[in-house]
């Protein structure tokens, strides 16, 4: 029986697809280390984890058997795509199954701070009635910047203007701009326009400190700042500096650059006494509406690819659709995208009088990866020739 493992507090509708897939899965609450890891993975035929476990290239090495990581979340920053393509273990994501939880977290967001609502709640809870207007503001007819227009962006654009507010947006690639956003020349003019800016820019690690004292600065007086995107794209302690000098009127921080490994450990943050400040712990796409269709949507296809070898949203193996199996059994040829592997393939099989029902190719940067469908199974002998053609890097045999 094949074998699963699931971290991190992975919906439990994960586990009961996988369960009736013919899986045994094991589950676990909080995160692993490397060496935990390690040795989590004996015996692991697919990983799923969500933003706190590093599938790092010392535990690729050390288990090179894994099939396949679900990372059920949106980001696959925390595994190394590089180590996992080379020996062949595919890695999939959620990058859709949240947008509305982390969209509706960043307008919440905004009208808090605009409203003042974190200082007007620790008045209170300090037993202070400290009833004013001041410094509060309706959102209608102010300036939302948002820096990266994709998904989230975008419908972050739709609700914001649904509301009242102008939309600019700033993105390094070209995108189309919903209902009456504009499109903002340059991160500096988004900046220095903005009443309110929302960060969603991607994890990969040219943004570290992507967010820092030159774009804090460029900011107006009086703005605020939100950041659900990724914790090492701000820099916390310039914007500590911005919010204690006034210049900015607050902040939104969901994401941080260290964080705990599971929920009852210790936070520790220097924002943490801040001034109409919300604080949260990494919950943007942590609803139960999000998390019930990323349990469903990452485990399918880790299924799929476990049954068929379907690629097709795998963010770091060649895309191939799949349709069911003409064939008695299917070969999975994964390998180094240089030429003559699939005649390779072929002469392989026909030299073994296989005859081949139906076949699929795709490519990738420095990957190839052929499916083939064959009218008998092929014996040991012939996966062995198969998995030692040049260039191979896995060989599947599926059904």
């Given at each position: 029986m094949p074998k699963a493992l699931l971290l991190e507090n992975i919906h439990p509708l994960a586990e009961d697809a996988l369960k009736r897939a013919g899986f045994e899965v094991e589950t676990q609450a909080g995160a692993l280390d490397e060496d935990g890891l390690i040795a989590a993975l004996e015996g692991v035929d697919l990983l799923?984890?969500?933003?706190?476990?590093?599938?790092?290239?010392?535990?690729?090495?050390?288990?090179?058997?894994?099939?396949?990581?679900?990372?059920?979340?949106?980001?696959?920053?925390?595994?190394?795509?590089?180590a996992t393509s080379s020996k062949g273990i595919a890695v999939f994501n959620a990058p859709y199954s949240n947008t509305r939880s982390v969209v509706e977290l960043v307008i919440s967001d905004v009208i808090s701070l605009m409203r003042r609502i974190p200082d007007h709640m620790r008045h209170m809870q300090d037993g202070v009635w400290d009833k004013s207007a001041s410094g509060s503001h309706e959102v209608r007819?102010?300036?939302?910047?948002?820096?990266?227009?994709?998904?989230?962006?975008?419908?972050?654009?739709?609700?914001?203007?649904?509301?009242?507010?102008?939309?600019?947006f700033y993105d390094v690639e070209e995108k189309l701009a919903m209902g009456n956003a504009r499109r903002a020349n340059s991160l500096d003019e988004l900046l220095e326009e903005a009443d309110a800016v929302t960060i969603h820019v991607d994890g990969r690690k040219e943004n570290t400190n992507f967010f820092a004292e030159p774009q804090l600065a460029r900011m107006k007086t009086g703005a605020i700042l939100i950041n659900l995107s990724r914790g090492f794209v701000v820099d916390i302690e310039a914007l500590k500096a911005h919010l204690d000098s006034g210049h900015l009127s607050g902040a939104a921080i969901d994401v941080y650059p260290s964080e705990p490994k599971k929920s009852g450990d210790a936070f520790l943050s220097d924002l943490r006494e801040e001034h109409n400040i919300i604080l949260t712990p990494h919950i943007g796409g942590s609803t139960l509406e999000a998390q019930k269709a990323i349990g469903q949507f990452v485990s399918h296809r880790l299924i799929e690819y476990w049954r068929s070898g379907a690629t097709s949203l795998s963010v770091n193996m060649p895309p191939i659709n799949l349709e069911s199996p003409r064939g008695v059994s299917r070969i999975a040829h994964l390998h180094v995208n240089m030429p003559g592997v699939l005649a390779q393939v072929n002469h392989t099989l026909g030299d073994a009088?296989?005859?081949?029902?139906?076949?699929?190719?795709?490519?990738?940067?420095?990957?190839?990866?052929?499916?083939t469908d064959v009218a008998h199974a092929p014996d040991a002998d012939v996966l062995t020739q198969l998995s030692q053609l040049p260039g191979t890097i896995r060989v599947r045999l599926l059904g």
């Open positions: 799923g984890i969500r933003s706190k476990t590093n599938v790092t290239s010392r535990v690729v090495e050390a288990r090179p058997e894994l099939s396949a990581v679900g990372c059920f979340c949106i980001g696959t920053n925390q595994v190394d795509l590089r007819g102010k300036t939302l910047g948002i820096i990266g227009y994709g998904n989230i962006g975008s419908q972050v654009s739709v609700l914001a203007e649904a509301l009242g507010m102008s939309v600019i009088d296989i005859n081949i029902s139906a076949q699929a190719l795709g490519t990738k940067g420095n990957l190839g990866y052929v499916v």
